[in-house]
């Protein structure tokens, strides 16, 4: 009986692991309780069926505190239906259509002697550095997020998370 016990333990760990290992990006942030509003602008901007794609993606996903933080009635702003291009461009600022665990990341930044420049899916560059032990991401317009959570691997790329929102310049 015990041998059996386990072997039914064994498998139910399986499968719970392998479905959790097919989780993809989009499934990750829809689950977290702190991305709703990141949930809420994905959809907005109907992009959930473009990050369920193949990728492979790396995702800068910041919380709900990160948009707290924006200026007020700028989320409210891109919310709106006829500003749903500046949504995504937006949110596109915060996709690199590239595999990069936060390893990769820190390689790169030491191999750019401080900086790692990334391009986005928007199109617009997004710089990595390290301060103060922290990687940090720079917009093109001087904002600063931090990686405050990485790693978070999806079938089709990888998921960190940022205390910041990037905000494209043009």
């Given at each position: 009986m015990k041998l059996k016990n386990i072997i039914l333990i064994a498998?139910?760990?399986?499968?719970?692991?392998?479905?959790?290992?097919?989780?993809d990006i989009v499934d990750i942030i829809l689950h977290s309780e702190n991305h709703t509003t990141f949930t809420a602008t994905i959809k907005a901007a109907n992009l959930v069926s473009t990050l369920k794609e193949k990728g492979p993606y790396t995702i800068f996903a910041p919380t709900n505190e990160?948009?707290?933080k924006?200026?007020?009635?700028?989320?409210?702003?891109?919310?709106?239906?006829?500003?749903?291009?500046?949504?995504?461009t937006t949110l596109t600022y915060h996709i690199i259509p590239a595999y990069l665990t936060a390893n990769n990341i820190v390689d790169q930044i030491k191999i750019g002697d401080g900086t790692f420049k990334m391009t986005t899916?928007?199109?617009?560059?997004?710089?990595?550095?390290?301060?103060?032990?922290?990687?940090?991401l720079t917009d093109s317009s001087g904002n600063i997020a931090t990686i405050t959570a990485t790693d978070l691997k999806g079938s089709n790329g990888i998921v960190h998370v940022v205390d910041g929102v990037m905000i494209p310049d043009n």
């Open positions: 498998v139910i760990s399986f499968f719970s692991l392998s479905s959790y290992a097919q989780s990160a948009f707290d924006l200026e007020q009635g700028k989320l409210q702003f891109l919310l709106q239906p006829e500003n749903k291009a500046i949504l995504s899916v928007a199109g617009n560059i997004l710089t990595a550095s390290i301060k103060d032990g922290n990687v940090i």
